[in-house]
């Protein structure tokens, strides 16, 4: 079932809307860099809110979330579920200070708290890691998904796909920066929304005995039982692939271990996902804005995982198993291994009417594109401001460094795009993605969490715990697989190394600390009162409404 001239009409349409929108609410020509970088300090909860989803949610999570649905079940949603209670922990702990310091990047903080040399060593970091992962990542799986709907699959637009999303994030976010980026991610979000919705409806009604959307739930649930487990044990999940799902999402480590580490790094202390709390016109909006992403962040696996559950479901055999045999041949690549990742391109190739698919590839590109728009905007933040404004002209104007920020996006984009198709088929593209992220997280969270928490820690035991992080995470991952018979190394899922890479950086910290300050509080150390902490009614009523929900949740799904 391909596209037909109405689907491509409302694929243009939304893209006209999404121009026009940027433009418009940034058409003010003289921008000063807080006008740029911070759309002036004057968004909304409600924009703040759905902006920090549609920076979240893109490819990896509408194309690798729902391949990992089809892999291992409902227990991959703990990323999700468990993020909204990562939010209201940031919004809480974290913001008031980041609000106090005033800043416009995340690297400025750790100049006001350590140092500027360790500041430029992590911006570096950031602006590699935003370049050959994040902006890499997300061009190849979007033009993958729009390959598989859009073409034959078989990678012969994939190219033209990658320029197409690029240029199309360039358009408006490199002119009108993050005010253009946020306020266009209101319609983005919306759209992602109601178009994912969509499809998880459609796919419903398929697999549903009668066309209804509550007996296909209920279906999916008797077909397909062991993908409804959130807390998994060893061996209870075969993917298709052969791997046990353990070692992806190990047991309890999702409530209590190193997933903390994963969505403490990226909801507090990445760019990309902070820089628009720091454009809240006030503490109160911004704090608001996370609560409302929180509640966004209930329904995502709706959106992104349940759809990977049905495409198991229509694929699977009369045991109730996904084989070679039983699959569509789409999901089967050239040398012979089952791609899970196919599964949202599969449903809404063949399950999408004409004109609903013109709605639901807009959706898809909507999350795409505005992340790719919100990694841009940051890349060019973290270079312009943390950079170049320090180390090539400390007496730069307003209007060269929004200059500057246009021109290091676009070249973090063409970059992005050279690299995008050499990635190649990555299986499990979500879980690829957060363990090699978890080899550098570990290390930069313990840097953060002692800086904001611990007066005594020094900016010689941060350089230190940020260097040795990164070989003490590659002992965990690399020995094994090179010595596993070695009495050294122990095996462990990802999820406990980033744990125990984390632990053991924080107590390097505070050996170092000691010895070098004699138990004395740092000149640096935040001094945190009670009062920096206190939230509105608004923000509290939500943060315990979140709680019920997601123990509710648990509960009936353990």
Avoid at 161 to 178: K, N, P
Avoid at 188 to 205: E, N, R, W
Avoid at 425 to 453: C, D, H, K, R
Wanted: glycine share 8%; aromatic share 12%; hydrophobic share 55%.
């Amino acid at each position: 079932m391909k596209f037909a001239g109405i689907d491509y009409v409302i694929f243009v349409l939304y893209g006209l809307t999404i121009v026009g929108i940027a433009f418009w609410v940034t058409r003010k020509k003289d921008k000063t860099s807080e006008d740029y970088f911070l759309a002036g300090k004057s968004l909304p909860w409600w924009a703040i809110g759905a902006s920090l989803i549609a920076a979240n949610i893109s490819a990896e999570q509408f194309i690798g979330m729902s391949g990992s649905g089809f892999a291992i079940g409902l227990a991959i949603a703990s990323y999700e579920w468990m993020a909204a209670i990562t939010l209201l922990i940031v919004g809480k702990f974290f913001l008031p200070v980041f609000m106090e310091k005033k800043l416009y990047t995340i690297p400025e903080f750790v100049e006001k708290r350590y140092s500027e040399n360790l500041k430029t060593i992590l911006a570096v970091f950031w602006i590699g890691l935003y370049i050959f992962v994040n902006l890499t990542s997300v061009l190849y799986l979007g033009a993958t998904a729009l390959d598989t709907i859009m073409g034959s699959g078989d990678g012969s637009i994939m190219v033209a796909c990658v320029i197409g999303l690029a240029a199309f994030a360039a358009l408006y976010s490199l002119w009108g920066g993050l005010g253009a980026v946020a306020w266009t991610d209101v319609v983005q979000v919306s759209l992602l929304v109601i178009g994912g919705l969509i499809t998880t409806f459609i796919a419903l009604s398929h697999v549903s005995p009668d066309g209804s959307i509550i007996e296909g739930f209920r279906t999916i649930l008797e077909k397909a039982p062991q993908k409804f487990s959130m807390i998994l044990d060893k061996g209870e999940i075969i993917t298709p692939d052969g791997k046990d799902a353990y070692w992806d999402l190990p047991g309890l480590a999702v409530l209590i271990g190193g997933m903390w580490v994963a969505n403490l790094y990226y909801w507090g202390f990445n760019q990309y996902i902070i820089q628009r709390t720091l454009a809240a016109k006030s503490l109160k909006e911004s704090q608001r804005g996370i609560a409302f992403a929180a509640f966004l962040k209930l329904l995502i696996p709706l959106i992104v995982v349940v759809p990977g559950i049905v495409a198991f479901v229509l694929n699977s055999g009369p045991d109730g198993m996904v084989t070679v045999d039983s699959l569509d041949p789409s999901f089967i690549n050239a040398e012979g291994n089952i791609i899970n990742d196919n599964a949202a391109p599969w449903l809404i190739s063949n399950f999408i009417p004409v004109g609903l698919k013109g709605l639901v590839l807009a959706a898809l590109s909507a999350a795409i594109v505005s992340s790719l728009a919100s990694m841009v905007n940051s890349t060019a933040t973290i270079f312009t401001m943390d950079i170049y404004k320090p180390y090539f002209n400390r007496k730069a104007s307003e209007s060269r460094l929004v200059s500057i920020g246009r021109v290091s996006g676009f070249v973090a984009l063409v970059i992005a795009v050279i690299l995008a198709p050499q990635l190649g088929n990555l299986g499990q593209v979500f879980q690829y993605i957060q363990e090699y992220t978890g080899v550098v997280s570990p290390g930069i969270l313990a840097v953060f969490m002692l800086g904001l928490f611990w007066k005594k820690t020094t900016n010689k035991a941060a350089i230190w715990g940020a260097l040795l992080s990164i070989p003490i995470a590659l002992f965990f991952k690399v020995g094994p697989k090179g010595w596993a018979e070695h009495p050294v190394f122990v095996e462990l899922p990802f999820m406990h190394q980033m744990m125990w890479t984390w632990i053991l950086t924080m107590l390097i910290m505070i050996v170092i600390s000691y010895v070098e300050g004699r138990g004395a509080d740092h000149e640096k150390g935040i001094i945190l009162t009670p009062n920096l902490f206190k939230t509105g009614k608004a923000f509290n009523t939500s943060a315990l409404i979140i709680c019920i929900i997601l123990a509710f949740l648990y509960i009936i799904f353990w």
